[in-house]
């Protein structure tokens, strides 16, 4: 295992269209986060995961939004409907169980265009 | 609200010099900071981080101060090298909320 890995590397999509984006996480790892990164700004925290339990989403986490991770293993972030403001970068990233603080270990992430 | 700011959007630093990050915090709450680093078309990757019990982590070439009552941290890179030209994150966390702030980022040049 190399590390998270996230699919698509880049997705491009029309105003209005259903985006999914997936991340697989570092498999010994139980928590998985998705941010979110516009340019020139840092990573924005969207929700985060316990194994398959959602316990945290952000008020930018709108009704558009929805994150599964079903098994406790790989994620699914899903939007719905997008807008041009939904272009950013997604990053996912995951942690060890032991760690007391959030060292995470990102992906490379995928970039969005709404055109 | 920022409550994690890195007011330097860029640093230029010549090779074998030091360079120093710096970034200031505004949540008294916040007791655990982290580095990351980030290349472009990357995501991000863990450089160091330091707990609010203490004053200063090293690892190698790398050393963060936190100096608590001025809510400041810096990151200290002796000597600089080329592969350190990235965009240097900070970001903090309050222990029971695994939620991390970030910074805006700052992006490092090394110059040869």
């Known amino acids: 295992d190399t590390g998270v890995s996230q699919d698509p590397r880049h997705k491009i999509t029309k105003r209005g269209q259903n985006v999914t984006f997936r991340c697989d996480p570092i498999?010994?790892?139980?928590?998985l986060y998705w941010y979110r990164q516009t340019l020139g700004q840092g990573p924005e925290f969207l929700t985060y995961f316990q194994n398959e339990a959602q316990l945290e989403k952000s008020r930018l986490l709108s009704d558009r939004f929805s994150a599964e991770r079903p098994k406790g293993s790989f994620s699914t972030l899903e939007i719905q409907r997008t807008e041009q403001g939904d272009s950013a970068m997604y990053l996912c990233?995951?942690?060890?169980?032991?760690?007391?603080?959030?060292?995470?270990?990102f992906g490379p992430g995928t970039r969005l265009t709404v055109l | 609200d920022q409550q994690v700011k890195q007011n330097s959007p860029s640093l230029s630093v010549q090779e074998g010099r030091i360079s120093i990050l710096n970034c200031d915090y505004t949540?008294?709450?916040?007791?655990?900071f982290l580095w990351y680093k980030k290349y472009p078309a990357e995501g991000p990757t863990f450089l160091i981080s330091?707990?609010?019990i203490k004053d200063k982590n090293e690892d190698g070439r790398f050393t963060v101060f936190l100096n608590k009552s001025a809510k400041h941290l810096s990151l200290h890179i002796v000597p600089s090298q080329p592969g350190d030209s990235a965009v240097y994150f900070c970001a903090a966390s309050e222990n029971s909320n695994y939620q991390l702030i970030w910074g805006a980022g700052t992006k490092l040049i090394i110059k040869p």
């Open positions: 498999s010994e790892h139980n928590r």
């Open positions: 949540n008294s709450m916040f007791d655990y």
């Open positions: 330091i707990s609010s």
């Open positions: 990233a995951s942690t060890q169980p032991s760690s007391v603080a959030d060292t995470q270990y």
